[in-house]
């Protein structure tokens, strides 16, 4: 009984020293974007700014043009958010609901697709885009969630569709129903914590994503939040007391999304792959 109290107290001194590691740079980040640029980097640290320097954030706003970045970001994130939610879901569906031939094959070179790291395509994928005329656009960075959605995500949606059972889909056809009435009537309204997870995962990767705008886009105009961010930063010295009040204006809407939705992402991940 005393060894398991023991144990038991490890693991939460554990998961309380790990939870400090994580919290630390976020409140570093909050202090800091309400200090004042000398009091920043003093030595020894302060915790509490004297005083709170709020216009940190007003001042951030109209330095770079962010109302301008701010709408790019949302038509790129509200566009690829709607393209993975329905290219991955019907991808899932028919990779568990639907027997053709081949089947569990495709599958399988799918899944061995995700060990490829990006690197691989990446320059390939920016020739074909240039190519095509695309380059500077949103194109690059919307189009492809119309095709597939992610690997990953067809991947949770599939095990988690797979703890649905098929009689549901038997009871659909006798009462006369197609694949399509299914997916959309059945699977869907079952699946709604699953999609959650999917819908998360992918704002948060295409609101915070900095590679793909770094890689497509050139004009200013164009800019998202991320790339945004880099203009506080010169090529000898940094507004680091705008750059952490931007850097917070910008991470608060990832965790309104992620408070909001924390109960259907645990509920999601713990009822996936129940059943292989």
């Given at each position: 009984m005393r060894e398991s109290r023991l144990k038991l107290?490890?693991?939460?001194?554990?998961?309380?020293?790990?939870?400090?590691?994580?919290i630390v740079p976020f409140v570093?980040?909050?202090?800091?974007?309400?200090?004042?640029?000398?009091?920043?980097?003093?030595?020894?640290?302060?915790?509490?700014?004297?005083?709170?320097?709020?216009?940190?954030f007003k001042n951030a706003m109209t330095v770079v043009p962010f109302g301008a970045f701010f709408k790019n970001t949302l038509i790129i994130v509200v566009s690829v958010l709607l393209g993975t939610v329905v290219s991955s879901t019907v991808a899932a569906f028919g990779f568990s609901r639907i027997r053709w031939k081949g089947r569990d094959m495709v599958f399988a070179i799918l899944m061995s697709a995700m060990m490829l790291p990006g690197a691989v395509t990446l320059i390939p994928s920016f020739l074909g885009w240039k190519t095509l005329g695309f380059y500077d656009t949103f194109y690059p960075l919307i189009v492809p969630a119309y095709f597939g959605g992610g690997i990953f995500n067809i991947f949770l949606l599939?095990?988690?569709?797979?703890?649905?059972?098929?009689?549901?889909?038997?009871?659909?056809?006798?009462d006369g129903a197609n694949y399509f009435q299914i997916y959309w009537r059945i699977l869907l309204p079952l699946s709604r914590s699953a999609v959650i997870v999917v819908a998360l995962f992918t704002f948060l990767g295409s609101w915070n994503d900095f590679m793909g705008p770094l890689?497509?886009?050139?004009?200013?105009?164009?800019?998202?939040?991320?790339?945004?961010?880099?203009?506080?930063?010169?090529?000898?010295?940094?507004?680091?007391?705008?750059?952490?009040?931007?850097?917070?204006?910008?991470?608060?809407?990832?965790?309104?999304?992620?408070?909001?939705?924390?109960?259907?992402?645990?509920?999601g991940i713990t009822l996936t792959g129940l059943k292989g």
């Amino acid at each position: 009984m005393r060894e398991s109290r023991l144990k038991l107290a490890a693991g939460y001194v554990a998961l309380l020293i790990i939870s400090v590691m994580f919290i630390v740079p976020f409140v570093w980040l909050l202090r800091s974007s309400v200090m004042d640029l000398s009091q920043i980097f003093i030595m020894p640290p302060e915790w509490l700014p004297r005083p709170f320097h709020f216009d940190n954030f007003k001042n951030a706003m109209t330095v770079v043009p962010f109302g301008a970045f701010f709408k790019n970001t949302l038509i790129i994130v509200v566009s690829v958010l709607l393209g993975t939610v329905v290219s991955s879901t019907v991808a899932a569906f028919g990779f568990s609901r639907i027997r053709w031939k081949g089947r569990d094959m495709v599958f399988a070179i799918l899944m061995s697709a995700m060990m490829l790291p990006g690197a691989v395509t990446l320059i390939p994928s920016f020739l074909g885009w240039k190519t095509l005329g695309f380059y500077d656009t949103f194109y690059p960075l919307i189009v492809p969630a119309y095709f597939g959605g992610g690997i990953f995500n067809i991947f949770l949606l599939r095990q988690f569709y797979l703890t649905i059972p098929q009689d549901f889909d038997e009871a659909a056809f006798v009462d006369g129903a197609n694949y399509f009435q299914i997916y959309w009537r059945i699977l869907l309204p079952l699946s709604r914590s699953a999609v959650i997870v999917v819908a998360l995962f992918t704002f948060l990767g295409s609101w915070n994503d900095f590679m793909g705008p770094l890689i497509y886009l050139k004009s200013d105009s164009r800019f998202t939040l991320a790339l945004g961010l880099q203009m506080f930063q010169g090529s000898y010295t940094a507004q680091w007391d705008l750059l952490m009040a931007a850097s917070a204006a910008v991470v608060l809407p990832c965790v309104v999304v992620f408070l909001v939705g924390q109960r259907y992402f645990l509920e999601g991940i713990t009822l996936t792959g129940l059943k292989g």
